[in-house]
Structures are given as C-alpha cells and as structure tokens.
C-alpha cells in the first residue's frame, strides 16, 4: 500500500506543478508574438498556489503530516511557502518586461523560475535530510541556468559559471555532511536525529557532521566566509535573477538552517552557537565594510545582502547560548520576522533598480546622480526602499532590526550583548552606503552630458513596486504585521 | 469633551502635521500658494489645539500625565500606544507647535536654493509630527520611533537646501560640498547614538520581567526604577541611554556634528534644528534617564557635569576663534547646552526646571539669532561677519532686533536667557544629597566665567557686525530691512524673550509642581 496523500496540504505544490506544465506547454504551443502568455500563467498560477495557502494558514486546523513524519504542514510551513510564493509572484511582475526586451527563451525562463520557487515550497515542509537536499537543489539547479540567462554577456556567464561551481562544492560539503548524520544516528527524519544524537554532541564525527551542514547552507545565504561567488553573480545574473536570488534563494538557505538547528540539533547548540555567533559577526562587518566601497548599485544591494543576512544570523547565535526557552523561540521568530520583512524592503530595492536603470541606463552609482529631479517618482520609490534597508523608522525594515536587537539583548548572556553591540554599530555603518545611493539620486546634481532614456513604463514593474512600497509602509507602521510572521512560527520551537 | 479624552488632542498635535504632509503633497506643484496655506493652517491648528491644552492643563497636578491614551499597539513586544503630557513635557510641546508656525511664515518668501517650496513645507511637517510626538510620547519604543522620525526631514533639509560652498575634509583627503558632508555627519553621529539606546531600551524591556511584566511603558518602567537601577547590567543601560541623548543635546566631546549641520542647514533648519531638535536629548535625560536609573544617574552626574562645564568653556572659546556669524551661533549653542546639562546633572529642583526653562529660552532665543543670521546672508550673501559691520547703519531695525536678541542670549537679566543659567549655577552650589559638593561648586564657578565668556563673544559679535561703519564694498547697495514676513515671525519671539525674562513663571508654574514629583521619586527610589 501506498503512503496517504493529504491532497489539500499538498495543493500549493500540485497548484505549482501544474503552473510549470502549462507554462512548458504554453512555450511549445504558442507562437512567438504571444509568448508574453507564458508569464501571464505565470502570475496566475501563483495567484491560485497561494489560496491553499491561505485557506491552510487561516483555516487553523493544527498540523498536517504525510510520509511518516517527513513532509509536514504546519504554520511555519505556511508562512515560508506564502513568503516564497509573493516574493515569486514579485519577482514575475518585475521579469516581465526585462526578459521580454531580450525577446527570446520567455517560456523557458518562466519555467525554470517556477522550478525554483517550487524547491523552495517543498524546502519549507521537508522534515528529513532527503527531502530537504532535494529541495535545496531544486531551488539552485534552475538558477545556475538563469544566471547564465544572457548569454552574449561575459559577465553573466562568469556569473552561471561561479554560482555553479560554488553551488557544487556547496551542496558536497552539505551532503557529505548529512551522509555522516545518517551513519551516526542511522535516520533521515530530523526528530529522529534530534532524539538519537543526545549522547553525541562531543563526539568529533558529530561535530564535524554539523559543521559540514552548517557550511553548506553558509554557501547557500552567502554568510562570511562563504560569500565570494555572491557579488559577481549578482552582478552578471539578469536583475530580476538577482532579485530572486538575493531574496529567495538566501531565504531557501536560512530555512534549511532554521529546521536543522532548531529542530534537527537543538542539542548540539554548544557546536552550532560558537560557530553562528563568529559567522553572524564576520558576515555583518565584513559585508558592510565591503559594501561601502562598491561604486556599482547591484554591487552595492549584493554587499548589502550579505550584510543583510549577517543581521538574520543574530538571532542563531542566541539560540545557541541561551537555556530560556522563550527567549529560543523569540529568536526563531526573530529570524523569519526578519527575512519576511527582509524579501519586501529588498525586492522593492532591486525594483527600484530595474526601474531606474531604463533611465540613468548605467549600474553606476554616480550615473544615478540627479534621478529625483527628472523622475522623482523612482527616486521616491528608492528612498523608501533603500532607507527601509537602513532600518530607519518608520519603515518596516527598523521593526527588523528591533526583533533581531530584541533577540540579541534578550539571550541575556555577555556574548550576545557584545553581538548586540557588534550589530548596531554595524547599522550605523550601513547607514552610510544606502544613503550614498539616497544622496545620489536627490543631492547630487544630474552628471554632464547625460541624457535620459525615455522607456515605456511597465505597469507590471510598478505594480511590484507598489506591492512591496505599501508592505513597507504598512508594516512599518503598523508593526503587528510583521510580528504576526515571528509570532506564528515561534510555535514549532516552543511546542519542541 | 471628546477632543480632550482618550488622547485625542495629542495624537492630533502629533499626527495632524502628518496629514498636512499628505495634503501639501497632493496639491500640484504650481499652485504654490494653495500649499503654502494648507502648510500654514495646518500649523495653525496644531498651535491652537496646544493653546488648548495649556489652558485646560490641570497646574495643580502638573507631574500627572494628561491627555492621555495607552492604546494597543505591538503587543506581541508589549509597546503601546501611550502618550500624555505633564509640566515637564508640556512647554516642549508648546515650542515646537509654536516655532513650526513661525518657521513656515518666516519660509513665506525665504526660499533659498533650489526653491521647490512644496517639498520643504513636507519636510516641516514631518518634522514636527516627530517633534510633538517625542514630547507626548511615553513608550520607548514610541519614543525611538519619533526620536529617529525627525532625522530624516533635517538631513533631506540640510542635503537638499544646504550651504553649496566646497569644503576639504582633511581627514578623508576629501572635497565635497558642505551640505553633503554636514548632512551625513548629522545622520550618522545621531544614528550612533540612538542605535546604542535602542540597546538600552530593550535591556530595559528584558530586565523589567523580573519585577512584574516586561514593558516599555515609561511611568511604569519608573515604579521598577529600584529594582531596575540594583540590576549588575544598569551601568551600561545607562550609558547606551547617555550616548544616545548626549549625541542629541549635544554634549561635549559628541557635538562636532553640531557647528556643521548648523552652519550648513538652511535658515529655517538652522532654525528648528537648534530651537527643537538638540531639546529631544536633555528631553530624554529628564524623562527617560533619570527617573528610570536614579542611581546610576547619581554616578554619572559628576561626569555629566564636568563635561557640561567643559561644554560651556569650550563652547565660548570656541566662538571666540569663528568668522563665520552662523558658525558662531552654532557654537554658542554647544555652550547654552551646557548650562541645561549642568543644571540636569545637579539633580535638583532648581537644576532641572533650570534645564527645562533654559531649553525654552534657548529655542526661542537661538531660533531667533539663527533667523536673524540667516536673513542678514540672505541680503549680504555673506556669513563673514569681517565683512559685515555697519548693520545696525545699514538696517537699523534688523541691528535692533540682533542687539536686544544677542543680550538676551547673554543672559541679561530680565530677558529670558538669565533664568536658566542663573538657576543652574544656582542648582550646582548646591547638588542633591550624595553628589561631590566641592566638584559642583567647581563647576559652578567655572560655570560662572563661562557666563562671562559668553557675554564676551557676544559683545564681540555685536561690535563686529552690528557697529562701525559699513564695509566699503557695500556703499551703493541698497538693503532692505526687516520685510512683513520676518516681523510676523520674529515679533512673537522677541515678546516671548521678554515675557518670560519678567515672569518666568509662564514656564516654572508648568515645571515646578512636575519637576519636585520627579526629583522625589528619584530620591526615594535611591534610597
């Protein structure tokens, strides 16, 4: 007999699948001039995936599992497929008409996005190593390919070729590291390992298994010393790629990061807590003193993700150190708060490029000089964005920085009082490079001899604008927005 | 009555500007006119809703807070929405609402370069949603949010609008325009240190769970002061606080931002800059600091008060070495502040309503010099103040106004400036109980001759500028004087100088009764 389906927990995977087919279909069926229908299906079968969503999040049944443990729907689940969705339905709404001026492989491109955002759905519920490492995978494999995705440009095939290769070695060292975590406690399922690993947390085989898992999802959200392939990828990739990467692709790494050390190995925390507390640390400064040098703005947005995720690793370290289960819980929540508030604030940012890219036609930060006076639209857009990056109130990103200050200051240990430190001085310094871009763009008079593009404006470009600006503000101002995201969540750490 | 319940008049004072924003934001941009009064009214307004409140305050019970609400708000960090005022907070609030109309009908026709009033009247009434809502705000959180919200609109103010001129920045190897260089040295010094009492705050939050429920509402937080000020850790959650505020006030050795973001701010930023901006810091000293860590506030207080001192000395040296008239002001301001530091750090009653009428008579009287100061460049184009003497030949209301204004800067008695510096030396004889009595007295003194440094500069400065003979280069020149608009700005401020310089009790009847609640509940808790 076969296992038992639950088809309703699994609904937003088969809503996906099926979007993927239509779409492959689609491209086959249709003729060149109506290709743009591939990412109209797109967009709608994102719409459909999240209603399951949805209805699962708010239908408040309690958790759903199948396949002996090892898929479950719970709000945590929930929370991260409907983030991986709307950053996926963002991320279309910005391609539209970047992939469309390419004028070819619309359908494949659709395709293989939607590959991608389904590794990250299926990632969200996985609850062993297998499935977990073939979701990971499914969420990088269609990326180095779209990386890659302007082929006459050298710079994006050095982008595939990196992103590969490091991609690679990644997910070796991550399998190799589980392929230990099964001879040691002869299971997959995470509360299997959780329950047989009690008595190993000092055994060296044990705890170079963690290390090895832990280093592999480092590659995976680019944290310090793991980020080398990140800035010339991002740089090369097509931005709306990039976009994709820097937000959901990162987000996909801090979820394997999340269940593993949560829930796979809460008791090995003395291996995991040292070594996040030392990454969370070198990830923030290094990622921000690297980043105020960048004269490149998706440079400067690469940089600034990786100091980005060197915030999100914060909480980690708390949870390492800290012996209160509340304040465990508080820093789980703290870190999908984060990343929640995190996909929005940097979606926006990288729209906001895309957008103003047609105008100053340059990557250059000091080609965007004057944008507010002759399209103080974007340049309105890129304040907010930009400076929400910032953490400066009342943007959602501040709320960001207090829930990860909040975790910090409440481990209640010395160690993670000096990473509070660490941080903050950390945002004070990134301060500097996103106002760079803010000074630019309203300062600074309009460079000589430029002259203005003068693009069409795509409606669904702005559309994503004013999705991720009002989710800004929103949550910015109304903060339980977000804190519903860490509140919700907190539950599979504080239940066990 | 409903406007007065369930902090309705204050979320209206601090929100309203905000909706003006919104409305300035709307008009299109060549109906200039039709912005200006939506900014205007909507000022108005807000002045008229806090006449209200001054007269339907409660003096008898002026340490109780009134008006107010404590509205959910992030409940799963246990913030609230919690405002009031009291005596202490209440002049602030009448400050700001009443310089932001002054400011607005100063900006009439003062537009300086590149002009788009509509964006600078949005930038005013941020600045004031900010402003008003620090003052009201009894939340840290809340409290943070404003306290950062102001920064903002004063960067955009000074980056956009600023001083143009080419500035080498020896350190960096580094020429850049002022108004860059100062905006971003303001945003980061301020950012510094609020980020280090954002840290503070949330140490406050986590050690409040041991003696009761974990919040951030202030009074509350002050009912825990004794648990809170025995905890191992209070030493530091004062000193992220003291870093936080003293950036803002600024004190000595934290106030370099200061003479560049003022020298560079346009007038009316200059303006709000000096007359509201520097009060949120002494503001979060009395409100937030003391009462909560009453003991490490009695540690800190020698420090406090030498570096208040070396603020005041520093300071009148300081002013002594400028050229510049704006940049001397500027400076005058680092010593002003340091009379109010000192009277804060004596933590006594005649100290701390020194502070508070010492934050009044500064913003009203420093706003007024920066006004004076930005119109005489505005016809001289020129701040270099070797260049400008004759004023008072040339316009002799404009040098009127700049003489009576600079002598109460100086703290003649019977105008303004006298009380706060008077009772700060005066709180500083003698300290609260516990404090190094010598090392106040000290300070006292030393205090003393800061007063009449600050007589010398700005005698010196009257002399330079205002008397004399008119430089030579501007024989021919016709300047007009004084014009409708400044006298509409600047008329309430000269008759505020010498109303409270004769009855200071417009302030002390609003502080006293607050101020002796404070300062015993700080005793008490100590003990």
């Known amino acids: 007999m076969g296992p038992t389906l639950d088809y309703l927990a699994l609904a937003p995977e088969l809503a996906l699948v099926a979007t993927l087919m239509a779409v492959l279909t689609a491209d086959i069926v249709l003729p060149h001039a109506q290709k743009y229908w591939t990412a109209v299906l797109s967009v709608l079968g994102l719409t459909v995936t999240a209603l399951p969503i949805l209805f699962l999040l708010l239908s408040d049944e309690g958790t759903r599992t199948m396949l002996d443990g090892s898929y479950v729907v719970d709000d945590f689940a929930l929370i991260l497929k409907g983030l991986f969705v709307a950053a996926g339905y963002i991320v279309v709404l910005m391609s539209v008409s970047y992939i469309e001026s390419d004028r070819y492989y619309q359908g494949e491109y659709y395709f293989l996005l939607l590959a991608s955002i389904l590794g990250s759905v299926v990632m969200a519920s996985a609850r062993d190593l297998i499935l977990l490492f073939v979701g990971l995978e499914l969420v990088s494999g269609p990326l180095f390919l779209l990386a890659g995705w302007r082929k006459g440009d050298v710079k994006s095939n050095e982008a595939s070729l990196k992103f590969y290769l490091l991609g690679v070695l990644s997910a070796a060292i991550l399998l190799y590291g589980m392929s230990f975590l099964y001879g040691l406690t002869g299971t997959v399922d995470f509360n299997g390992i959780r329950e047989a690993s009690a008595g190993l947390s000092h055994t060296p085989a044990f705890i170079m298994a963690v290390l090895f898992v832990m280093v592999g999802f480092a590659f995976k959200i680019s944290a310090v010393p793991f980020h080398f392939w990140a800035p010339d990828t991002y740089e090369g990739a097509p931005t709306p790629v990039t976009a994709y990467m820097s937000v959901s692709s990162k987000a996909a790494g801090f979820v394997g990061m999340l269940i593993v050390t949560y829930v796979a190995f809460p008791g090995a925390s003395n291996i995991w807590g040292p070594a996040l507390w030392i990454m969370a640390a070198l990830t923030m400064t290094v990622g921000n003193l690297t980043a105020l040098r960048q004269t490149n703005i998706v440079r400067l947005l690469a940089y600034s993700s990786i100091a980005q995720a060197g915030f999100m690793l914060v909480p980690f370290a708390v949870a390492g150190v800290s012996s209160d289960p509340a304040a465990v819980a508080g820093a789980f929540g703290a870190t999908v708060t984060y990343i929640a508030i995190y996909t929005f604030m940097n979606l926006g940012a990288f729209a906001v490029v895309i957008a103003g890219a047609r105008y100053t036609r340059s990557g250059d930060i000091d080609k965007w000089a004057g944008l507010a006076s002759y399209q103080p639209g974007v340049a309105l857009f890129g304040l907010i964005f930009f400076l929400s990056l910032a953490g400066i109130p009342p943007l959602a990103g501040w709320y960001a920085k207090l829930v990860m200050f909040s975790a910090a200051i409440g481990g209640g240990s010395v160690w993670t009082a000096v990473l509070a430190v660490i941080a903050a001085v950390n945002a004070v310094i990134a301060f500097y490079y996103y106002a760079r871009v803010v000074k630019a763009m309203w300062f600074d008079p309009v460079p000589d001899g430029h002259v203005a593009g003068k693009p069409e404006q795509s409606r669904s470009l702005q559309l994503a604008l004013v999705i991720t600006m009002v989710f800004v503000i929103g949550a910015g101002i109304y903060p339980p927005i977000s804190a519903y995201f860490g509140d919700t969540v907190a539950s599979i750490v504080g239940g066990g | ?527």
């Open chain 2, 1 to 527: 009555m409903e406007l007065l319940d369930n902090g309705t008049v204050l979320s209206l004072i601090t929100f309203l500007p905000l909706v003006g924003a919104l409305v300035v934001g709307l008009i299109p941009r060549a109906q200039e006119e039709a912005y200006k009064w939506a900014a205007l009214i909507t000022a108005l307004v807000v002045g008229v809703l806090s006449v209200v409140v001054v007269f339907v305050f409660d003096y008898g019970d002026s340490a109780r807070f009134q008006f107010g609400a404590d509205l959910s708000w992030i409940e799963s960090i246990g913030s609230s929405f919690h405002i009031g005022v009291d005596g202490i907070s209440l002049p602030m609030l009448v400050l700001s609402a009443v310089i932001t109309i002054l400011a607005i009908i100063y900006s009439w026709d003062h537009w300086e370069e590149p002009r788009n009033p509509k964006a600078f009247l949005i930038l005013m009434l941020l600045l004031e949603t900010g402003m008003n809502g620090t003052f009201v705000a009894l939340d840290l959180i809340l409290f943070f949010i404003f306290f950062e919200l102001v920064l903002l609109p004063m960067y955009f103010m000074i980056g956009i609008w600023g001083d143009k001129t080419p500035r080498t920045i020896a350190m960096f190897n580094l020429t850049t325009e002022t108004r860059l260089y100062a905006s971003i040295k303001f945003f980061l010094f301020t950012l510094f240190g609020s980020a280090f009492m954002l840290l503070s705050f949330l140490g406050l939050y986590f050690s409040s769970g041991d003696a009761g429920a974990r919040t951030f509402d202030i009074p509350k937080l002050i009912e825990m002061a004794p648990h809170l000020s025995a905890l191992p850790i209070a030493g530091w959650l004062f000193a992220g606080m003291f870093l936080g505020f003293a950036v803002k006030v600024p004190m000595w050795p934290f106030h370099t931002w200061l003479p560049d973001a003022h020298t560079a701010a346009p007038t009316v930023g200059s303006v709000l800059l000096a007359a509201i901006l520097l009060k949120l810091g002494s503001y979060g000293f009395i409100r937030i600091a003391l009462p909560i860590l009453p003991e490490q506030a009695m540690q800190w207080a020698p420090t406090i008060a030498i570096l208040a001192v070396i603020g005041i000395i520093y300071g009148s040296l300081a002013c002594l070495a400028q050229t510049d008239m704006k940049r001397l002001i500027a400076f005058s301001s680092v010593g002003h502040m340091g009379f109010v530091m000192l009277g804060i750090s004596t933590m006594t009653e005649a100290g701390i309503n020194a502070a508070i009428i010492g934050m009044v008579a500064h913003g009203v009287i420093t706003g007024m010099l920066f006004f004076v100061a930005g119109s005489m460049h505005h016809r001289y184009h020129t701040r270099d103040m070797a260049r400008l003497g004759g004023n008072a030949t040339m316009m002799p209301k404009m040098g009127f106004i700049l003489g009576f204004i600079a002598m109460a800067s100086l703290g003649l008695p019977g105008l303004a400036g006298f009380w706060g510096e008077f009772m700060a030396l005066l709180g500083a004889f003698r300290p609260a109980a516990g404090l190094p009595v010598g090392l106040f007295q000290a300070a006292m003194v030393t205090g003393a001759v800061g007063t009449i440094l600050t007589a010398g500069y700005l005698l010196w400065m009257l002399q330079k500028v205002n008397l004399g003979e008119p430089n030579e280069e501007w024989s021919g020149h016709e300047f007009h004087d004084v014009d409708k608009f400044e006298m509409a700005a600047w008329v309430p401020l000269l008759l505020a100088t010498v109303a409270i310089g004769v009855y200071p009790k417009l302030v002390l009847g609003s502080t006293n009764g607050a101020v002796k609640e404070l300062v015993s509940t700080i005793l008490e808790n100590l003990a």
